[in-house]
Nanobody
């Protein structure tokens, strides 16, 4: 059974940085696509960033509002995906979810992911 455990959320001042981690276990295949979503209060969950199952092809997607500020990465040896968040803004406040799919390619749709983390709160406030 695949499980994803997130860590790294918290309270940070505007302009600050946080790194979210998502460690998986129970995978049955060597390849997986990863994504990070966020859900702001009163809004639907949305994709922030995702990375292809094949790191060599370099396919990464970022939602426009986080381009240049957030960086997604993955350490396959550690079964961990990361989201480095810099220059954080109050509007980045949300619950952040990691997701994984044991499939080839890059997944930009929520329904394409089979496994989800529990969510971690990120609050950006003075």
């Amino acid at each position: 059974q695949v499980q994803l455990v997130e860590s790294g959320g918290g309270l940070v001042q505007p302009g600050g940085s946080l790194r979210l981690s998502c460690t998986g276990s129970g995978f049955t295949r060597d390849y997986r696509a990863n994504g990070w979503f966020y859900q702001a209060p009163g809004k639907e969950r949305e994709l922030i960033s995702c990375i292809s199952s094949n790191a060599a092809d370099g396919r990464i997607y970022y939602e426009d509002s986080v381009k240049g500020r957030f960086t997604i990465s993955r350490d396959n040896a550690k079964n961990t995906a990361y989201l480095q968040m810099n220059s954080l803004k109050p509007e980045d406040t949300a619950v952040y979810f990691c997701a994984a799919a044991q499939a080839m390619g890059v997944m930009t749709q929520e329904w394409e992911y089979d496994y989800w983390g529990q969510g971690t709160q990120v609050t950006v406030s003075p």
